[in-house]
């Protein structure tokens, strides 16, 4: 019949676009790359100093300003991903494609922690809720890579660059950190004593798998929040021993 013809030709239609927007997407992907080496360098540089989370979230240099625009950019890109896939408007098989699972992934892993360090620098919570995994702070961009990780791991050995080790970090870390710290100032740290001990434990968990590197532990952010627990809580606690031998004198002030 006609109508079955023209829901035959609307079906075609619909595929084409759709294979079109994913051509669009994969052009994008050189850009993104560049985006990335450009974020992985700078962080490597932030690690020789107080860390790629505080020197983001400080913003006292070039570099941390030239991040920014970066961020933006990679943010611009995913964002107009994100909305093609909440529109249905990319192929079925494009979240299951390794590449642009480990791309989504290198996205949340890098850029995630300076969107928390932008969020908490211009104290966003003010106008809305608390940046946390499954807030309203937190951009949705981020919830799409979340997800295809997990499913993709099932399907590739565990040598595959998608079982790297940093990426069973919460990428949320840093912001489950400055939520202790505002809860602790807020509350008291009877509080976020459950909270805290729980974080503590998964910090150990990660430590130990190689997930989270030591030097972390001293970064302004994480002292701040360390210095901010009670004597007793810290002698008893199971990240102790390694929060000792972090110990940093000098830090520069977080806000």
Not at 96 to 114: C, M, N, S, W, Y
Not at 118 to 144: C, E, G, I, T, V
Not at 196 to 202: D, L, N, R, S
Request: with cysteine; hydrophobic share 35%.
């Amino acid at each position: 019949s006609m109508e079955a013809r023209l829901s035959l030709i609307a079906a075609e239609e619909a595929e084409q676009a759709k294979k079109r927007n994913s051509n669009r997407v994969n052009g994008y992907k050189d850009d993104i790359n560049q985006c990335l080496s450009k974020l992985e360098t700078y962080r490597h540089n932030c690690d020789e100093g107080i860390g790629y989370y505080d020197a983001f979230k400080l913003q006292e240099k070039n570099a941390d300003f030239e991040a920014n625009v970066t961020r933006l950019q990679l943010i611009g890109y995913w964002e107009e991903v994100r909305e093609m896939l909440r529109q249905f408007d990319l192929p079925d098989s494009f979240e299951v494609e390794e590449d642009l699972v480990e791309l989504g992934t290198r996205i949340r892993f890098l850029v995630e922690p300076i969107d928390i360090a932008n969020f908490y620098r211009h104290d966003k919570m003010d106008a809305a809720d608390l940046y946390w995994r499954d807030s309203q702070a937190r951009p949705k961009y981020y919830k799409y890579p979340e997800n295809w990780l997990p499913h993709m791991r099932r399907l590739v050995p565990e040598n595959h660059p998608l079982w790297k080790k940093e990426w069973n970090l919460d990428s949320c870390f840093w912001a489950r950190v400055e939520n202790m710290c505002i809860e602790i100032k807020k509350k008291g740290f009877d509080s976020e004593k459950e909270t805290v001990v729980k974080f503590e434990e998964e910090v150990e968990k990660w430590l130990t798998e190689g997930a989270l590197s030591e030097p972390e532990l001293k970064r302004p952010t994480f002292q701040k929040w360390w210095g901010m627990l009670p004597e007793e809580h810290k002698n008893s606690s199971c990240i102790r021993h390694r929060m000792v031998q972090q110990a940093q004198p000098a830090n520069p002030t977080v806000p």
